[in-house]
C-alpha cells in the first residue's frame, strides 16, 4: 500500500467510526418510535375502539395496520443496529431501502390526517346520530355501552346539545318524554332527574353540553400538531436513510483500499 492510500485509509477510519456512531443513536430512536406506534395500536384496540367504533367512518383494521407498522419498524431498527455493528454494506443499502419505504407510507399518513380532518368530524357526528336512534335497542350492547362510556369520560350528553335524546327511540319508549340516559348526569345517580326534564332541571341535574363540539375541538386541536409530528418523523426517516447510504459507501471504499 502506497504512503498515499495509507493515509486515505487512516482517514476513513475516523469517519466511519463516527458515521457509525450516528447510525447507532438514529437506530435507537427509530426503535423506540416503533415501540410508540406499536402502543398505540394497541391502545387503540384495546380501549380507544369503543370510541373510534361510534364514527361512520371508523376503520377496524386501522390498530392492526399501526401494530403491524410499529413492529416492523422495531424489527427493522434491530435489525439496522446489527448492519451497523457488523458494517455490511449491502445491508446498509437494504436498511436505506426499507427506510425511503418507511417514509412513504408515513408521509402518506400524516398527509390523510391533515386532509381528512373534515370527514372525520363529519363521520364522527353522522355515527354519534346513528348510535342515538340504535341506543338501548335489543342487539344493540356494544353502541349502548359504548355512548354511555363517551358520555361519561367527555362530560357531555347528546350530538349538539342534550334535547338530542328527545327525538330518539330511548325517549319516545320512557315513562317520561324528554328524557336521557343516566350517562347524562351531573351528580349521583340515584338523585338524578333524567327523565321528564325542563330546563331548568336539566341544567341542575345533567350534563347540557354536546359530545360533538368536545370531539370537533379535540380533533382541531390536536389532530394539526399529530399530522405535523408524522411529517416530522417520516423526514427523519430521510436522515436516516442517507446516514445509512453515506456509512455503506464509506465501508466499501475503506475495504477498497484495504485490498489495494
Known amino acids: 500500500m502506497t504512503k498515499g492510500r495509507m493515509d486515505s485509509a487512516l482517514s476513513t477510519a475516523p469517519v466511519v467510526t463516527c458515521m457509525k456512531t450516528l447510525m447507532m443513536v438514529f437506530n435507537f430512536i427509530f426503535w423506540v418510535t416503533g415501540i410508540v406506534i406499536l402502543a398505540i395500536g394497541i391502545w387503540t384496540k384495546v380501549d380507544l375502539y369503543k370510541y373510534l367504533e361510534l364514527s361512520s367512518i371508523y376503520q377496524p383494521e386501522a390498530p392492526y395496520v399501526l401494530i403491524g407498522v410499529g413492529a416492523v419498524i422495531v424489527l427493522i431498527g434491530s435489525l439496522g443496529c446489527c448492519c451497523t455493528i457488523k458494517g455490511h454494506s ?21 398527509i390523510a390526517l391533515l386532509v381528512y380532518r373534515g370527514k372525520l368530524e363529519k363521520g364522527f357526528k353522522d355515527g354519534l346520530s346513528a348510535a342515538l336512534q340504535q341506543y338501548g335497542q335489543k342487539g344493540e350492547g356494544e353502541i349502548t355501552d359504548a355512548l354511555d362510556e363517551l358520555q361519561k369520560k367527555l362530560v357531555c350528553c347528546g350530538i349538539d346539545d342534550y334535547k338530542d335524546w328527545y327525538d330518539t327511540p330511548f325517549s319516545r319508549s320512557s315513562a317520561l318524554p324528554n ?15 333524567h327523565t321528564g326534564l325542563t330546563n331548568e332541571t336539566a341544567s341542575v341535574n345533567i350534563h347540557t353540553q354536546g359530545c360533538h363540539k368536545l370531539v370537533v375541538d379535540f380533533i382541531n386541536g390536536n389532530m394539526g400538531p399529530i399530522g405535523g409530528v408524522a411529517l416530522g418523523i417520516s423526514f427523519f426517516q430521510v436522515l436516516g436513510a442517507v446516514l445509512a447510504f453515506c456509512l455503506a459507501k464509506s465501508i466499501s471504499r475503506a475495504k477498497y483500499e484495504q485490498v489495494a
Do not use: D, N, W
Not at 90 to 110: K, N, Q, T
Open 179 to 193: 328524557s336521557v340516559p343516566e350517562s347524562c348526569c351531573r351528580i349521583s345517580t340515584k338523585e338524578c332527574i
Open 90 to 110: 449491502v445491508l446498509l443499502y437494504m436498511f436505506c431501502g426499507f427506510l425511503f419505504v418507511i417514509f412513504i407510507i408515513e408521509l402518506s399518513a400524516g
